[in-house]
């Protein structure tokens, strides 16, 4: 079982950054692929980016590619998502998700567990 919790969502305007950070509980964070999803209002979610166990290999949309850099550190069972040149558009709430191999993690219907979310909100 994994818990994940999201944090670092907030208000900024376009053009400047947050960091979203994912804690997980548990000591087989390291064993799981995790990801990160967003869904905007009235919108389905979608995938943003993804990461595998160790950290070797990633995934990110092409929406985000070159603004958005997802990491983790596995010592502190903690995930990333470092988002900068943030735009309008990328308002959402951004999840963060496990799954047990890294090409589930590319798919939000292969995702294990869940957090419940962070609002990002990007004023233009």
């Known amino acids: 079982q994994v818990q994940l919790v999201e944090s670092g969502g907030g208000l900024v305007q376009a053009g400047g950054s947050l960091r979203l950070s994912c804690a997980a509980s548990g000591r087989t964070f390291k064993t799981y692929a995790s990801g990160w999803f967003r869904q905007a209002p009235g919108k389905e979610r979608e995938f943003v980016a993804a990461?595998?166990?160790?950290?070797?290999?990633?995934a990110h949309a092409n929406s985000v590619k070159g603004r958005f850099t997802i990491s983790r550190d596995n010592a502190k069972n903690t995930m990333y998502l470092q988002m900068n040149s943030l735009k309008p558009e990328d308002t959402a709430v951004y999840y963060c998700?496990?799954?047990?191999?890294?090409?589930?993690?590319?798919?939000?219907?292969?995702?294990?567990?869940w957090g419940k979310g962070t609002l990002v909100t990007v004023s233009s």
């Open positions: 990461i595998s166990g160790g950290g070797g290999m990633t």
């Open positions: 998700a496990a799954a047990l191999s890294y090409y589930s993690a590319l798919k939000e219907d292969g995702m294990d567990y």
